[in-house]
């Protein structure tokens, strides 16, 4: 049985005492310890964070971050700095970061290499634009960036991975998939986890959907085989509706 993972990506959004505050609030009221928690804020709120959480099960994640150790790398951080301000996880190829600052298949690959350096568990993100869904490409898209992402990883650190399976044409949009057009994505990336490494190994992988996921849906979302968790943008920011979707 696979443990839930329910993640937010607060994206560009709080200052340091907004992030304090939403940490809190979710903490006072955490208590389904069935469900992983992980808390994404930027890189300037993750120490705050971290102060607040620390000894608690929930997680801290980062958004990103860059594969090499230092040096003259202007507006990077290193997985080092990452675990130096307490986080556990790390988000990689977010397809905002695809479409908005050149992340590429090969990118992902690094820096998941490097996350796993550091114990730093990836939630790694793949998904299809709206033209790709279209000219029904889907799957040959997400399977070209799991390929990518994956390239060189031995069976024993892919098993280390979260999956998020976030169509972008759901990502803050308001527009979800269906828990069935979801479901068939998410089987799809489990069969290619599968056939490229091991049944058993896929069948422990965690995958999320993210993309418009909200108290609302969120249940009928999570009912699906194959969805284990979510990676929640938009509905992450208040601590009452987090908590609705970890619940769920
Ligand atoms: P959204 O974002 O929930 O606001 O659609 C999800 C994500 O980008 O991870």
Same mark, same amino acid.
């Given at each position: 049985?696979?443990?839930?993972?329910?993640?937010?990506?607060?994206?560009?959004?709080?200052?340091?005492?907004?992030?304090?505050?939403?940490?809190?609030?979710?903490?006072?009221?955490?208590?389904?310890?069935?469900?992983?928690?992980?808390?994404?804020?930027?890189?300037?709120?993750?120490?705050?964070?971290?102060?607040?959480?620390?000894?608690?099960?929930?997680?801290?994640?980062?958004?990103?971050?860059?594969?090499? #150790?230092?040096?003259?790398?202007?507006?990077?951080?290193?997985?080092?700095?990452?675990?130096?301000?307490?986080?556990?996880?790390?988000?990689?190829?977010?397809?905002?970061?695809?479409?908005?600052?050149? #992340?590429?298949?090969?990118?992902?690959?690094?820096?998941?290499?490097?996350?796993?350096?550091?114990?730093?568990?990836?939630?790694?993100?793949?998904?299809?634009?709206?033209?790709?869904?279209?000219?029904?490409? @889907?799957?040959?898209?997400?399977?070209?960036?799991?390929?990518?992402?994956?390239?060189?990883?031995?069976?024993?650190?892919?098993?280390?991975?979260?999956?998020?399976?976030?169509?972008?044409?759901?990502?803050?949009?308001?527009?979800?998939? @269906?828990?069935?057009?979801?479901?068939?994505?998410?089987?799809?990336?489990?069969?290619?986890?599968?056939?490229?490494?091991?049944?058993?190994?896929?069948?422990?992988?965690?995958?999320?959907?993210?993309?418009?996921?909200?108290?609302?849906?969120?249940?009928?979302?999570?009912?699906?085989?194959?969805?284990?968790?979510?990676?929640?943008?938009?509905?992450?920011?208040?601590?009452?509706?987090?908590?609705?979707?970890?619940?769920?």
């Amino acid at each position: 049985m696979r443990k839930r993972i329910v993640a937010g990506n607060w994206k560009m959004n709080t200052n340091i005492e907004q992030a304090v505050r939403l940490a809190q609030d979710i903490k006072a009221q955490y208590d389904n310890l069935a469900v992983d928690v992980v808390l994404c804020p930027p890189f300037t709120n993750l120490y705050a964070v971290h102060r607040v959480i620390q000894g608690t099960p929930i997680w801290l994640g980062a958004q990103d971050l860059y594969w090499e #150790e230092n040096g003259a790398y202007t507006g990077q951080v290193s997985a080092g700095m990452l675990t130096a301000v307490g986080c556990q996880s790390v988000i990689i190829g977010h397809s905002e970061r695809r479409q908005f600052f050149g #992340e590429t298949d090969v990118s992902v690959n690094k820096k998941i290499k490097k996350a796993l350096e550091y114990k730093l568990t990836p939630i790694v993100c793949v998904g299809e634009t709206l033209e790709e869904r279209e000219a029904a490409e @889907t799957e040959t898209v997400v399977e070209k960036q799991m390929k990518g992402a994956l390239s060189g990883l031995s069976a024993a650190d892919a098993a280390k991975l979260v999956i998020a399976y976030e169509p972008v044409w759901a990502i803050g949009t308001g527009k979800v998939a @269906t828990p069935e057009q979801a479901q068939v994505v998410h089987r799809f990336i489990r069969t290619f986890l599968a056939e490229l490494y091991s049944r058993e190994l896929a069948d422990a992988i965690r995958i999320q959907y993210g993309g418009s996921m909200k108290p609302e849906n969120a249940a009928e979302l999570l009912a699906q085989p194959d969805i284990d968790g979510g990676l929640i943008g938009g509905a992450s920011l208040k601590a009452d509706s987090f908590l609705r979707i970890v619940n769920a």
